[in-house]
């Protein structure tokens, strides 16, 4: 069984740009759950994806965006990034939405130049 | 509005010390509650999951409780070791529309002295 895959691991961006995060959720789950991690914070709820459809959305702009595949991996994206945007970008993946215990992957380090 | 609080935020221990890591959270209608461990730079590791309707997990030398009415969690460790060293997540999932997103206190940094 493999666990929850992130990519990539560092990415350095400048301001104004986008980027997309990718996630490979756990085999047998159908749902992701995407988090932002300051440094020195616990993560922060982005978003949910449960079968291909957002399932709930934490207090983050919209430029903030996602996508759930039909092999449930998915896809964080974020436009006209800002400095604030630099964190670790943490993908859970668990059995349903429902309070299931989420797995988390190793996530992804952005930096905001 | 779920808040949850980890207090101390770091705390320095002996080896071979048993410790208590807290956690409080403000919404009694808590869903479950999580544990998480943290090294630096990387993912999060669960481990342990207290359903609102127990009082009580252990796995190994962990053993986490659940106070709906104190809205308090704690996490035990016993007989700690260099390699617990680590920040502790705890994290509650309330009913929240569909989603019951995980809601994360700031961590409390661990450290083992060998």
């Known amino acids: 069984e493999t666990g929850v895959t992130q990519s990539p691991t560092h990415l350095i961006k400048t301001r104004g740009q986008q980027v997309t995060l990718r996630c490979s959720s756990q085999s047998g789950h159908n749902t992701v759950s995407w988090y932002q991690q300051a440094l020195g914070q616990g993560p922060q709820f982005i978003f949910q994806?449960?079968?291909?459809?957002?399932?709930g959305r934490g207090n983050f702009p919209p430029r903030f965006s996602g996508l759930q595949f039909p092999n449930y991996s998915s896809e964080l994206n974020v436009n006209a990034l800002e400095l604030d945007d630099s964190a670790l970008y943490l993908c859970?993946?668990?059995?349903?939405?429902?309070?299931?215990?989420?797995?988390f992957g190793p996530g992804t380090r952005l930096l905001v130049l | 509005k779920q808040e949850v609080t980890q207090i101390p935020a770091a705390l320095s221990v002996p080896e071979g010390e048993n410790l208590v890591l807290n956690c409080s959270f403000t919404?009694?209608?808590?869903?479950?509650l999580q544990w998480f461990r943290q090294d630096p730079g990387k993912g999060l590791t669960s481990l342990l999951l207290i359903q609102s309707s127990q009082r009580e997990q252990t796995s190994g030398r962990l053993n986490a409780s659940l106070d709906k009415s104190s809205g308090r969690s704690t996490l035990y460790i016993a007989a700690s070791q260099p390699g617990d060293s680590a920040t502790y997540l705890c994290?509650?999932?309330?009913?929240?529309?569909?989603?019951?997103?995980?809601?994360f206190g700031s961590g409390t940094q661990l450290t083992v002295l060998p």
């Open positions: 994290a509650g999932r309330i009913s929240s529309g569909s989603a019951r997103q995980l809601t």
């Open positions: 859970a993946s668990s059995a349903g939405p429902e309070g299931e215990t989420q797995y």
């Open positions: 919404d009694s209608a808590i869903y479950n």
């Open positions: 994806y449960y079968r291909e459809e957002e399932n």
